[in-house]
């Protein structure tokens, strides 16, 4: 069973920086789309970014200019840099990362969130 092992979350003032990053714990083929999604207290869970195979990125409105998203194809492994952080952006952040199998079968699969506290 693939998990996914993020990091990089914690506590930082308005204005700083955080970067994120996951990367499956076992083996993995076929990845696709690899993203960040986050979830506020008493909110949805709702898409930050994504990033494909091909490296077509999509971003909320509400990161754009602030947060980029790459990944290491190489690795597996998904980066969120998230620049000047505004209050707002607290919530857990989850990896998220959906593809198909060499048996041709649609996977996804989600991280256990890693916490991002922006202080005022």
């Known amino acids: 069973q693939v998990q996914l092992v993020e990091s990089g979350g914690g506590l930082v003032q308005a204005g700083g920086s955080l970067r994120l990053s996951c990367v499956p714990s076992g083996s993995i083929f076929g990845i696709n789309v690899m993203g960040w999604y986050r979830q506020a207290p008493g909110k949805q869970r709702e898409l930050v970014a994504t990033?494909?195979?091909?490296?077509?990125?999509n971003y909320a409105d509400s990161v754009k200019g602030r947060f980029t998203i790459f990944r290491d194809n190489a690795k597996n492994t998904v980066y969120l840099q998230m620049n000047s952080l505004k209050p707002e952006d607290t919530a857990v952040y989850y990896c998220?990362?959906?593809?198909?199998?060499?048996?041709?079968?649609?996977?996804?699969?989600w991280g256990q969130g890693t916490q991002v506290t922006v202080s005022s």
């Open positions: 990033i494909t195979s091909g490296g077509s990125r």
């Open positions: 998220n990362v959906g593809g198909r199998s060499l048996r041709f079968r649609d996977y996804e699969y």
